[in-house]
């Protein structure tokens, strides 16, 4: 199964919606694909989908899906790799109007460089993507937040 996750924020991403449905209509996935599409105003018309997830349900999807594809959302990302899943970055791109700035293509391009994702660009092929999922040895992620919340204590403790 294929989850999408397009998070909470009020933007679209209807380019990447309509990208699977084409692909789905022509037989080029077969896999079931389930998409939280948040505040996209695409409705998928060849694959399920629901607006917003509550949290067990959106921990419920990522622990079933064979591979994520998330938009560059930092939190959608880390939940992903946390539960140890091949992710797929699609950054939103603000001449789309997905979002204001391209920031999330710095994120992905962040994630992918360490080998936690694959990113997905604009000049890049989805499917291809999708297939490279199979064998591409991504690295494992390891969360700092405890080091970086040490070193914080220490530095409050000394001063």
Partial sequence: MIFVIL??????LNRLLKTLDQYVEKGLIEDRIV???GYSDYLPKRY???EFLNKEEFDSMIQKADVVISHSGVGSIISAL???????VYPRLAKYREHIDDHQT???YAFSKKKYVL???EEDDLLELLDKCK????ATYVSQREKIVGIISDYLKKN
């Fill in 48 to 50: 399920e989908y629901v």
């Fill in 35 to 37: 998409a939280q599409i």
């Fill in 119 to 121: 990113s997905c660009n």
């Fill in 7 to 12: 998070g909470t924020q009020k933007f679209q």
């Fill in 135 to 138: 064998t591409f040895p991504f």
């Fill in 82 to 88: 946390n539960a140890k899943k091949p992710v797929i």
């Fill in 106 to 108: 710095e994120i992905a």
